[in-house]
């Protein structure tokens, strides 16, 4: 069975098409890309899996069970998490606090577990605390950990953002442009990072790329879209040459 | 020893405010003060937990003071007073003391439920329209109670002196001081932990972004409900303990102005600083009275120190911090946790 299976997704503002008969099909473990011009539905899209919007027409299905009417909330709890192509971290709480937000669909305990500090409260805060930590460790955050996320450069913010959204232990991990305004340098240390997060976890990646070097050197597959509708889909050699793409990047050469 | 510091240092000092007023060593004009100042307490900080915490502009806090006021009022006064419209009391008077503060408690769940009336629009609307929402509540509170003739309309409900002398008259020590010192802890007790959990660290994260905080698995809706109704909950406690103290109300003491009030103190403090909230109601409270020999000169007096406050140091007294945060020496004695 397919991890996300997107069919026939149709989305309209008003008058506008932002989605066209979309379709994709994810199986467990692979590392998609996502690419077209700009204003091409592609954040859309990944407004739209992770519930956000609700599709015009279509459905989306996760694990098997149909997200269509979920609240965002409840779709990251199904094991979808996203990062955002602006950094969206809460800047004014230090990265450690970043992390524990990210585990209340599994705090599991009530507001009066919190007045009273029953048991329940204690352990699972306990428990958040590890996880929050195993995750600055694994991504080498650990000496940030009490900093405000505002103070940080640039490349580690990104680095923070993932870490959030990986916390929330994800089967699927929608990345939104990772690569936007980094330097080149940043941009290395990116690929490694998503390349050793698929190959340490297990997990699906979905990502929005402009930088054409990191979806070549990452992604397995790719879709291109233009205008809501996919254009060309294949492998990065294949997407490559394909003069659709060429195209819509491009344009044509007649004038 | 370090984890209860605060907790003991706090105790001591209301313990040693009640046997004070026990012993007759402030006058009636100080304790008064006192127990202004403990309501204010619980008016600022309740109030910065909305507009502080989780960044939205609450302008309507009297209307749950006043909803608090009423039904707390209503319950003490059908039960240990004599009243034209709600007859005898129905319960010997020696009981006051131990339903008081069911009765302070039932305003406090009155005042939270009307306050779903803010926190359900709020799942939509944010910001400056959810402020006119929280304007009309506080309308909508004012002018049904000013209708209803069963609690005197316009006129005022009066009788919870009565209370207080039957409380009184069972055992002779300042109840109220009691009631509003425990009311005040009680609101402190309850606020710092709830933003200090997780679950409670959601409400900074819709203050400073809601859509991350939604994609992030916080369930908005819902915290913004807790946090509204616990908000105006304790507002509707501020509420009880006032109608109490001062012995009389009527809607208009719960105005837009009173509201205002509430929101002088919040900013005064700094936003979101719940140490803050408790030196500006206190300094708030020692100012109102230090400038009563100006009279009505005072509205000018103290707007004036507002717009000289917003010019200088906008951010309040406090900024966002805590008082650890800025004497780090302290938390040597006591954590905020």
Redesign the interface.
Known sequence: MSLLKIDEMTQRFGGLQAVSKFEIELQGGELVGLIGPNGAGKTTIFNLVSGFYQPTEGGISFNGSNTAGLKPHQVTSMGIARTFQNIRLWHDMTVMDNIRIAQHYRKGYSVFDAFLRTKKYRDSEKRIENIAWEMLEAMDLKEFAHELPKNLPYGLQRRVEIARAMSIKPKLLLLDEPAAGLNSADVEGLIKLVRWIHDNFDITIWMIEHQMKVVMSLCQYIKCIDFGATIAEGTPEQIQNDPTVIKAYLGDDTI | MRKYSLNIAFAVGCLLIVAGAQAGLFNLYVQSVILFMGINIILSSSLNLVNGNMGEFSCGHAAFMCVGAYVSSIVTVLLFAQNKILGAPLLPPDLAPFFFPIAIIVGGVVAALVGILVAVPSFKTRGDYLAIITIAVNYMVISGIENLDIVGGPRGFMGMKQVVYAMSDVVDIPWMMIWTLLGTAFTLW?LR??IS??????V??IC??E???????????KIKL?TFM?SSGLAGIAGGLFAHVIGYVNPQSFNILKSTECLVMVYLGGMGSLSGSVLSAVLFTLMLEALRPLQIIKWVIIPLILVLLMQFRPEGIMG?KELSDVFPKLRRYFTFK
């Open positions: 309850i932990r709830y959990s997780t679950y409670g660290k959601g900074n994260a400073q972004d859509i991350a905080a939604e994609i992030m698995s916080v369930n908005t809706n807790v616990l966002n």
